[in-house]
Each structure stands twice: as structure tokens, then as C-alpha cells.
């Protein structure tokens, strides 16, 4: 499950929903004042008076119209029932309302009021022009009064607050969607982590986390893949020195037992071709000569698992690899001079931080394998390049290469490949550069055959520190 993206979710919503939940309330709240307070009350309040107003001036209008009337002050036109087809249209109707009097609208916006009075057979209308068209008037208060009752009609309050209701809800989801997925994007690397983490607590060193990002987090899984390799780098020199404590205990109770062994049995052989006399004596020598050759051979093994159960003193020192290179291989060209050698240096100068007598034998060690693997007329190569931080002596050889079965068990010792080796030279040279802070590996060869790389610590950057204290 993952608890950090859900933490970034709750934490998302611990800090919106109060803000969320106030912006709504006030905005609402301001919303449902505004629009009460809005145009369509005040246009119903004027349009009400406008239509009281307009029934009282038609009435005013009216009695004034029979006053003057009664007065005499106006002269009637007398229309007869028998022109009641020719009528204008205000009259007819008024003829057949069946009233006595009254008073009608004429005109083309209604600016003329007829006071009509009926007779037997005519019709007695007396007409005074009106200052405001009644039919304009009239017809502006039903466009005010449309207006209201449309405006009524929709609720715009409810409808604006329920628009903006809606809107800041979605606007608020998408914002918690988009914050899911960044969560999501966020915590998967987090938690990749994390699981790699966990496997490397557990044992397994070989992990390796995949990442494309180039930021802290991206950064941070380099680290931990960096972190990775170096503690799988130590848990295997730690394994590998673990074995050669073991092999180097059996080596020293065997050289021990075998030394032994050997000095009674060479001093006993010597004293019996010593008192022997007569003719048996040449066969003696013959077989004291064999007898003392194979107790050498034996105490030359002896001295080699002892020099591989010893523990050298290591005195680091700054070395110019380059230079040691050229050394080394200048003092092997006379032991080996069927063999052809090439190297190939860095420009820059090599230097790092070992025993000079440690990597010297490495290196002579790696030198005489890649002459004996090549043979005569064979190339050996050696080059110097700076690696990852580190240096590094890599030596090529033209030689058969070496077989799946001689890479499974190259660093064990007693293991040789060699005709009269003892299997310990590989060991001792890569106990040797764990010693030193590096280590040997085998590497592609340029020439065809076999190829070993030796790398060691930067000199450089132990000066640096050793400065910076």
C-alpha cells in the first residue's frame, strides 16, 4: 500500500476542504445579497406606478373631457346610426356595448380621448388630444411587465449560487485528481526505493533500481545503485578474504607438517650415501640426487604456501603507475625476449596510494602469465587509464585465452593452469590489491587472448584529503 501517496492525499485535503467550504459559504453569501439588490425589483415597482399612474391621468382625462362637455365649451360631432359601417372602430364598439357614455381611445398611439354620448339614432363624440400617447404608455408598461415576470420566473439567485457551487467543485476535484496522479508519480519512485532498500537489508546485494528521472529522487536512486555495487564489490573481496584466511591456515599447518617431514628425511638420505662404500656406492648418489632434487621441489612449495600464508606489512606510499609500469615491463623483456611488449600509458600522470613492493609483484605476476600465455613470438600489452575515480594496469596477451572452467576458479589457490605452477600467484597477487584498496578482475582482450585489469586507488584524491586535514 502506499502510504505516502495517501499522506500527500489526506494532507491535500486537510488543507482544502476548510478553504474550500469557507470560499463557498461567502461567496454564496455575496452572491444571494448582490443579486437580491439587482434592477428587475426596482423595474416592477415602476412599472406598478406606472400603471396607476397612467389609469388615474386616463380618468382625470375623462372627467375633464365631460366637464367641458357639460359646459358647452366643445362642440359635439353627431355621427348617425345609419353611417354605423363607416364608424371608426373605437366607436362601433362602444355603439354596441350598449352604455350611455363613456369615454374611448382614438388615434393611431391612442393621443386622442372621444367622449362618447349616445342619442336615439346618433352619436354625440366630443374629442380633446391627450399630451402622452396612452397606447405607447400602455405597451412600455407590458415590455416592463414581460420583464418581470421572466425575470421571476428564472430564480437567477438559485441558478448563479448552483453555477458557482458546481464550478468550484469541479475545479476542487480536478485539482485532487491532478494532485492523485503527482502523488502517485512522486511516491513510485519513493517506494521503489524503499522495496530496494528493503532487498539490500535482507542480503541481496545484487539489486540494481531502474530510473530515468534527473532529479533528488533520481539522484538518489544513482546513489543507492552506486551504494549497491560497492557493497556487493565488499561483500565480495570479504568472502574472498574469509576463504584465504582458511586457505591460508591449512597452508601454514601443511607447510609446517611437510617441513618437518622433509629435513630428517633429506639429512638421513645424505648420511647413508655417506658411510656407504664399495661398489653400490654410484647407485646411491643416483638415487640420493633424485631423492634431494624432489625434497627441493617440495620445500620450494613450502616456501610458496608460506609466502601465501603470510600476511606482508603494507607501507602505502604515492607510486607513479605510469612509471612503475614501464619498469616492470622493461624488467621482464630480458627474461622473456621471444615475447613482443607494447604499452599504451595515459598522457596525464598516474599516481595513487599503495605498497610499491605489493604492486610491483602483482604486476610481475600479471606480466609473466601474459608472457608464458603468449609464447614466442606472442604480444603482451600493457596500459595505464584512469577509471570511475580510480587507476587501472590492464595486461593483454595474444595467447589461447582462458576457458569457462579456468574463469570459475582463476583466485583459488592450488588451482594452476600452468605447466609446473603451483596455483598460487593469481591469489597472492589479488590478495595482494585488496591490500592495497583495489582488486583484480578479468576483463575482454584486446589481443585475442586472456586480459587482467588492475585497479587501485586514485592517488589524487587521498592527497586532496590528506590536504584538506
Request: aromatic residues 6%; glycine residues 8%; contains cysteine.
Amino acid at each position: 500500500m502506499n502510504r505516502l501517496r495517501n499522506k500527500l492525499i489526506l494532507i491535500f485535503l486537510a488543507a482544502t476542504v476548510v478553504p474550500w467550504g469557507a470560499t463557498l459559504w461567502m461567496t454564496t453569501s455575496f452572491l444571494d445579497r448582490s443579486l437580491r439588490y439587482r434592477a428587475t425589483q426596482e423595474l416592477d415597482d415602476v412599472s406598478r406606478s406606472l400603471q396607476v399612474t397612467g389609469h388615474e391621468f386616463y380618468r382625470q382625462a375623462c372627467e375633464d373631457l365631460k366637464v367641458a362637455a357639460a359646459a358647452r365649451s366643445l362642440m359635439p360631432q353627431k355621427d348617425s346610426e345609419q353611417d354605423l359601417a363607416r364608424w371608426a372602430p373605437a366607436l362601433q364598439s362602444f355603439w354596441s356595448s350598449g352604455d350611455g357614455e363613456g369615454c374611448v381611445l382614438e388615434g393611431a398611439e391612442g393621443d386622442r380621448m372621444d367622449y362618447c354620448v349616445r342619442r336615439p339614432g346618433e352619436l354625440l363624440v366630443y374629442s380633446r388630444p391627450l399630451p402622452i400617447p396612452m397606447n405607447r404608455l400602455l405597451a412600455q408598461y407590458r415590455r416592463a411587465r414581460d420583464l418581470v415576470y421572466k425575470e421571476q420566473s428564472r430564480d437567477l439567485t438559485r441558478g448563479f449560487i448552483s453555477a458557482w457551487v458546481l464550478l468550484a467543485s469541479l475545479v476542487w476535484l480536478g485539482s485532487l485528481v491532478i494532485l492523485a496522479l503527482l502523488a502517485h508519480h512522486l511516491s513510485r519512485p519513493i517506494q521503489q526505493l524503499t522495496a530496494g532498500l528493503s532487498e539490500l537489508a535482507a542480503g541481496n546485494f545484487a539489486v540494481r533500481l531502474k530510473s530515468r528521472r534527473d532529479d533528488e529522487i533520481g539522484r538518489a536512486i544513482e546513489a543507492f545503485n552506486d551504494s549497491a555495487e560497492r557493497l556487493e564489490e565488499s561483500r565480495d573481496r570479504l568472502v574472498y578474504l574469509t576463504q584465504l584466511a582458511s586457505w591460508e591456515s591449512l597452508a601454514r599447518k601443511m607447510a609446517h607438517e611437510v617441513k618437518n617431514s622433509l629435513t630428517p628425511i633429506r639429512l638421513t638420505v645424505e648420511e647413508m650415501v655417506a658411510r656407504q662404500s664399495g661398489v653400490d656406492r654410484g647407485f646411491l648418489e643416483q638415487a640420493k640426487q633424485i631423492v634431494v632434487e624432489e625434497i627441493e621441489s617440495l620445500e620450494r612449495r613450502v616456501r610458496a604456501f608460506s609466502q601465501f600464508s603470510a600476511e606482508p606489512p603494507v607501507r602505502p606510499a604515492e607510486l607513479n603507475l605510469n612509471a612503475l609500469v614501464e619498469d616492470r615491463v622493461a624488467f621482464l623483456k630480458t627474461g622473456h625476449p621471444e615475447v613482443h611488449y607494447s604499452l599504451r600509458l595515459e598522457p596525464a600522470a598516474l599516481r595513487t596510494v599503495a605498497d610499491e613492493d605489493l604492486v610491483k609483484g602483482i604486476l610481475v605476476n600479471l606480466l609473466e602469465n601474459a608472457a608464458q600465455a603468449a609464447g614466442a613470438g606472442g604480444n603482451v600489452l600493457a596500459v595505464t587509464q584512469a577509471l570511475n575515480g580510480h587507476v587501472a594496469v590492464e595486461v593483454h596477451d595474444s595467447g589461447p585465452g582462458l576457458s569457462e572452467q579456468a574463469r570459475r576458479t582463476l583466485f583459488q589457490p592450488t588451482i594452476s593452469f600452468k605447466k609446473n605452477g603451483m596455483g598460487l600467484g593469481l591469489s597472492i597477487a589479488r590478495k595482494s590489491a585488496l591490500l592495497s584498496g583495489g582488486d583484480i578482475v578479468p576483463v575482454a582482450g584486446e589481443l585475442g587472448g586472456a586480459a587482467f585489469r588492475l585497479v587501485l586507488p586514485n592517488g589524487s584524491h587521498g592527497l586532496e584529503e590528506s590536504s584538506d586535514r
